[in-house]
């Protein structure tokens, strides 16, 4: 059983900040690429930034220069610094990540979400 678990979530004003965070747990081998996404209603959930098991990042255009993802293997866990949030921002944001129970069991798990809301 692997569960991932999001936190950091909030309400900020135009131009805060947030950080997220995302705890894997369970039979872990392995963790892969990690990655946040983030979904509002009516739209297609899009990628935000992702991170490699080696420390390589990819960004969204959007999102370039005002977040970064990292992550720390020894806690399986892995961040946003979510930096002068504007309010079409505001979003549930998502945790995925790719998983190794063993080397041939790989699967892509996700969290339950976290709202951001960016408001004045």
């Known amino acids: 059983q692997v569960q991932l678990v999001e936190s950091g979530g909030g309400l900020v004003q135009p131009g805060g900040s947030l950080r997220l965070s995302c705890a894997a747990s369970g039979n872990i081998f392995a963790i892969n690429s990690m990655a946040w996404y983030r979904q509002t209603p009516g739209k297609q959930r899009e990628l935000v930034a992702a991170?490699?098991?080696?420390?390589?990042?990819n960004y969204a255009d959007s999102m370039k220069d005002r977040f970064t993802i990292s992550r720390d293997n020894a806690k399986n866990t892995v961040y946003l610094q979510m930096n002068s949030l504007k309010p079409e921002d505001t979003a549930v944001y998502y945790c995925?990540?790719?998983?190794?129970?063993?080397?041939?069991?790989?699967?892509?798990?996700w969290g339950q979400g976290t709202q951001v809301t960016v408001s004045s």
């Open positions: 991170i490699t098991s080696g420390g390589r990042t």
């Open positions: 995925n990540a790719e998983i190794l129970r063993n080397l041939w069991d790989r699967r892509n798990y």
